[in-house]
T-cell receptor, first 115, second 115 residues
Framework: GESVGLHLPTLSVQEGDNSIINCAYS??????FIWYKQESGKGPQFIIDIRSNMDKRQGQRVTVLLNKTVKHLSLQIAATQPGDSAVYFC??????????????FGKGTHLIIQP | DGGITQSPKYLFRKEGQNVTLSCEQNLNHDAMYWYRQDPGQGLRLIYY???????QKGDIAEGYSVSREKKESFPLTVTSAQKNPTAFYLC??????????????FGDGTRLSIL
């Protein structure tokens, strides 16, 4: 089954509002997490990452929160803009030396911006 | 500009035919990866390579083959043994393996269809 998953397949928000996209993971051995944005017909674009020794990390208009107790990851986008419309994936990656060295992706959440 | 280039953007395969997808990176990254994406799904790992002349199977390697003769290049061959090859194929690279290698960066994909 999926090691990493997302709670909602589609999220619709008003332009200018804040968006929160959630992700649950089950592999407690993973300690590195990444959020990607994928626009139609393109490859995933790196947004922000976080290691398990952190609870929060901020970027430009984005914040990632990690709750290791309940194995939950979230991406917050401030003041959502039309250009934020895309599918957002969370991904986890194992510690160095652990198993296959690729990312495990959830199915994604489609963020729709309402004017 | 530094990045990952995948070609062609669209590819059609006839029954019984092998086809090769190209992936080139000029980021000086050691690790490279191939993923497959099906509609409405997350990405699944096909093969990865941590260093030149070495590569490992991912979760869905059957029907695929790769080579890593140069650091910059990691071509993927979809063989006739892959019975369901229609998908969006994504190549990625990272500085190194595991969490210490940083995020993976993706190309813009090749869409493969069956004639």
């Amino acid at each position: 089954g999926e090691s990493v998953g997302l709670h909602l397949p589609t999220l619709s928000v008003q332009e200018g509002d804040n968006s929160i996209i959630n992700c649950a993971y089950s592999n407690s051995a993973s300690d590195y997490f990444i959020w990607y944005k994928q626009e139609s017909g393109k490859g995933p674009q790196f947004i922000i990452d976080i290691r398990s020794n952190m609870d929060k990390r901020q970027g430009q208009r984005v914040t990632v929160l990690l709750n290791k107790t309940v194995k939950h990851l979230s991406l917050q986008i401030a003041a959502t803009q039309p250009g934020d419309s895309a599918v957002y994936f969370c991904a986890e990656r194992p510690l160095l030396g652990g198993g296959a060295d690729g990312l495990t992706f959830g199915k994604g959440t489609h963020l729709i911006i309402q004017p | 500009d530094g990045g990952i280039t995948q070609s062609p953007k669209y590819l059609f395969r006839k029954e019984g035919q092998n086809v090769t997808l190209s992936c080139e990176q000029n980021l000086n990254h050691d690790a490279m990866y191939w993923y497959r994406q099906d509609p409405g799904q997350g990405l699944r790992l096909i093969y990865y390579s941590q260093i030149v002349n070495d590569f490992q199977k991912g979760d869905i390697a059957e029907g695929y083959s790769v080579s890593r003769e140069k650091k910059e290049s990691f071509p993927l061959t979809v063989t006739s043994a892959q019975k369901n090859p229609t998908a969006f194929y994504l190549c990625a690279s990272s500085k190194g393996q595991g969490a210490a290698g940083g995020p993976q960066h993706f190309g813009d994909g090749t869409r493969l269809s069956i004639l």
